[in-house]
């Protein structure tokens, strides 16, 4: 696989530093096996922006990442070592969508604005990957629903076009569900936001 890749990066030594990374922050157990390379190979030229690679790879690096595949199949951790790899002017952090609608219920629309055009106090919105995208619930705040992480989406694609501002996402929900969580219009604009990069639905589960 790898001498199909024209680059100047060794990929297998790439693939190396990473488990060890992955060491160092899951434990002896992390190991990237060979039936995902093909899966890290993208997310390598991605955020190493290696273009040569990425064009073979049909991945538009202006886009974000938007990483799918079955639960356990390592999604998350692929993604939080993947932060180590990004260039310094396109680092990001990983944000549970779980999380983020706790904290609606807690401070309110407030949130929306955080995560999307950023906090008050700081100087630019920031790149976020928005981990676990469907866990999330509709919820309420003061008898108001709100599908949270639609409007934070559709917020930060109006960001994207006019501040090329990159959103990451992982999710284990197929096109047609994120359509029936988040409306027709979310998922339009992710496709337009994001590369998507899909494990197949046979992999197997790596918690067991």
């Not at 003061?142 to 992480?149: A, D, H, P, Q, W």
């Amino acid at each position: 696989m790898e001498n199909e890749i024209k680059s100047h990066y060794s990929y297998s030594e790439v693939i190396t530093w990473l488990e060890n990374k992955g060491v160092e922050l899951y434990g002896n157990h992390f190991k990237i096996i060979e039936t995902d390379y093909s899966i890290v190979y993208k997310l390598i030229a991605y955020f190493l922006k290696d273009e040569a690679s990425c064009f073979q790879y049909g991945i538009n690096s202006a886009k974000g990442i938007l990483l799918s595949g079955p639960i356990g199949c390592g999604k998350t951790s692929l993604m939080n070592i993947m932060k180590y790899l990004a260039t310094a002017e396109h680092k990001f952090f990983v944000k549970p969508c779980r999380d983020i609608s706790f904290e609606f219920i807690q401070d309110g629309y407030q949130i929306i604005h955080q995560y999307s055009k950023g906090k008050l106090y700081e100087s630019a919105p920031k790149t976020i990957c928005f981990d676990d995208l469907g866990t999330e619930n509709n919820l309420k705040y003061y008898g108001n629903e709100c599908n949270v992480m639609a409007e934070i989406l559709l917020s930060r694609y109006d960001l994207f076009i006019s501040k090329k501002l990159q959103t990451h996402i992982t999710t284990n929900l197929s096109a047609s569900e994120i359509e029936n969580f988040y409306g027709n219009r979310v998922r339009s604009r992710l496709r337009e936001l994001c590369n998507l990069i899909a494990f197949d639905n046979t992999v197997v589960d790596k918690r067991r």
